[in-house]
């Protein structure tokens, strides 16, 4: 059962335009999500957070939007750079006992190609 | 601040032998988590350590094993290795103010023939 989707494998975007990435999410029990950018044989790389009590998180050119109703959240990147391009991770966590976890539940990946 | 640090980088095993991982987190994080990843079924969470003892564990085997020392460095282990176990082994440590990041390291490659 994939908790955290990503139903976007890639997306191709021209330099200086908006990338939107999306991802949905089924269990309402999260209540912190994550970002990460992902070269091959590397770790991700974290790029933003949010939590469920905020709709919008912004860094630089970078923001985060999430919709709690819908289950759904998207990263706006503007404007978009060649070096932006990567695999974009979504992920998201739930608490455990009352205390936060590291149980970090990731979507598949969206791989996002800037055009110069 | 340095990074997660991971060695070995990469690593190549045969089948039925057993290996042993090791993550140093970031300076003064306390909180180490390991991952695998394997283009079938992506990133999964393995288990979490904090101070020594195991908070949480994900869906895999007993063969996939773990610890953390005093210094909170951790250690994985894979044993009786199966080829399916060929994928990227990722650590990751944070804090624990609140909600904190977690931070990735590089990974180790490990490769079962």
């Known amino acids: 059962d994939q908790q955290v989707k990503q139903n976007s494998p890639s997306l191709s975007v021209q330099e200086g335009r908006i990338s939107i990435l999306n991802c949905d999410y089924t269990n309402s029990m999260f209540d912190y999500f994550l970002w990460y950018k992902k070269y091959p044989a590397e770790g991700p790389t974290f790029l933003i957070s949010i939590s469920s009590i905020k709709d919008k998180n912004e860094d630089g050119r970078f923001t985060v939007f999430l919709n709690k109703s819908a289950k759904h959240l998207s990263l706006h990147i503007v404007p978009s750079q060649p070096g932006d391009s990567a695999v974009y991770f979504c992920a998201a966590s739930a608490p455990k006992g009352g205390g936060a976890t590291n149980k970090l539940i990731f979507g598949t990946g969206t791989l996002l190609a800037v055009q110069p | 601040k340095a990074g997660v640090t991971q060695t070995p980088r990469y690593l190549i095993k045969t089948r039925g032998q057993q290996v042993t991982l090791s993550c140093s987190p970031i300076s003064g994080h306390r909180s180490v988590s390991w991952y695998q990843q394997t283009p079938g079924q992506g990133l999964q969470f393995l288990f979490e350590?904090?101070?020594?003892?195991?908070?949480n564990k994900g869906n895999f085997p007993g063969r996939f094993s773990g610890r953390q020392f005093s210094n909170s460095r951790s250690e994985m282990n894979v044993s009786t290795l199966e080829l399916g176990d060929s994928a990227l082994y990722l650590c990751?440590?944070?804090?624990?103010?609140?909600?904190?990041?977690?931070?990735f390291g590089p990974g180790t490659r490990l490769l079962v023939l």
């Open positions: 990751a440590s944070r804090g624990l103010a609140g909600r904190e990041t977690q931070y």
């Open positions: 350590y904090f101070s020594e003892t195991q908070r």
